[in-house]
């Protein structure tokens, strides 16, 4: 069932991945994904798995970037009467808020 602006109603499944923190950046810790703007590759030993997404933010990613391709339009949606929802998952203290 489509809405006023023409989308259809459905889940959305967008992955933000952090940047390493101090402690593993001076312990010369890398990360062993690669990404774009829809796929997550992890390296593995035997070759590349991949993971498909509707979005991806990498880690360079800012809260307003995250804000406006996740929530806004969604916001906006329920100040006009629409039910919407944002289910935010991670580990704990990781930025979540």
């Given at each position: 069932?489509?809405?006023?602006?023409?989308?259809?109603?459905?889940?959305r499944v967008v992955v933000r991945?952090?940047?390493?923190?101090n402690k593993e950046v001076s312990n010369g810790q890398?990360?062993?994904?690669q990404y774009n703007n829809t796929t997550v590759l992890e390296?593995?030993?035997g070759g590349t798995k991949s993971y498909k997404?509707?979005?991806?933010l990498g880690p360079e990613s800012t809260n307003d970037q995250a804000y406006k391709d996740i929530a806004e339009?969604?916001?906006?949606k329920?100040?006009?009467?629409?039910n919407t929802t944002v289910f935010a998952y991670g580990q704990t203290g990781s930025g979540k808020t």
């Open positions: 069932m489509a809405d006023d602006d023409g989308d259809v109603a459905g889940v991945l952090r940047p390493l923190n890398t990360v062993g994904w390296q593995l030993g997404y509707d979005r991806v339009k969604l916001v906006t329920s100040l006009n009467g629409y």
